[in-house]
């Protein structure tokens, strides 16, 4: 029942289009391949979006009340604490986890949004949640626990993460 999808090493972004269109199940679920959310993240969204059947996208966030880190690098959880508490302007502080991978989304929902979702980037996850809401699709937040998987302190936040979202955020009008 699994399914390789190649990408050419073409972004995260584009990775995630490829995986989404080529999915059968009625429900998808993204998260890291390090698994720093664990399976029991996974089963949670995937609850959560049984149980109520008015929400298309649920968002894992270890950032909102409930939500923990466990051994992320002090530097790192401020970054992306930060980075996500900024981020959230463009969605009316509506949601702390803006950036964030995991994320489970109804097939039938995304599937005619994904052709208008043009990043290939981190980005992505900040586009796919504004295309929901611009579509009018009910969004959601449920407290997850991230539990820090690199061996070093993992790869430094990039100059051009950083810019590429504070550009989605100077262009955004709101949703």
Same mark, same amino acid.
């Not at 295309?131 to 993992?154: C, F, H, N, S, Y």
């Not at 430094?156 to 810019?163: A, C, G």
């Not at 979202?165 to 955004?172: D, I, Q, R, S, V």
């Given at each position: $029942?699994?399914?390789?999808?190649r990408?050419? +090493? ?14 059968t199940?009625?429900?998808?679920v ?6 720093? !959310?664990?399976p029991?993240?996974?089963r949670?969204? !995937? ?5 109520? &059947? ?10 909102? &009340?409930?939500?923990?880190?466990e ?18 302007h ?12 995991l994320?489970?989304y ?33 969004? $959601?937040?449920? &407290? ?11 790869r430094?936040?990039?100059? $051009?993460?950083?810019?590429s +979202? ?5 262009? +955004?009008r709101g949703?």
């Open positions: $029942r699994a399914k390789l999808v990408n050419s +090493h073409r972004g995260r972004g584009a990775a995630l289009r490829a995986g989404m269109a080529a999915a199940g009625d429900v998808l993204t998260v890291d391949a390090d698994l720093s !959310y664990g029991e993240e996974i949670k969204l !995937y609850a959560h979006l049984k149980a109520h &059947p008015e929400c298309d996208l649920v968002i894992g966030s270890c950032w909102m &009340p409930g939500g923990s880190v051994g992320v690098p002090p530097f790192r959880a401020w970054v992306s604490r930060t980075g996500n508490w900024v981020l959230s463009a969605f009316h502080g509506r949601f702390h986890t803006t950036t964030g991978v994320r489970g109804r097939k039938k929902k995304i599937g005619p949004l994904l052709p208008s979702v043009v990043s290939d980037g981190k980005e992505f996850h900040l586009e796919v949640l504004d295309r929901a809401l611009q579509a009018g699709q009910e969004a $959601r937040e449920i &407290p997850a626990t991230l539990v820090w998987k690199r061996d070093g302190g993992g430094p936040v990039s100059v $051009r993460t950083i810019l +979202h504070l550009g989605f955020l100077a262009t +955004h949703t």
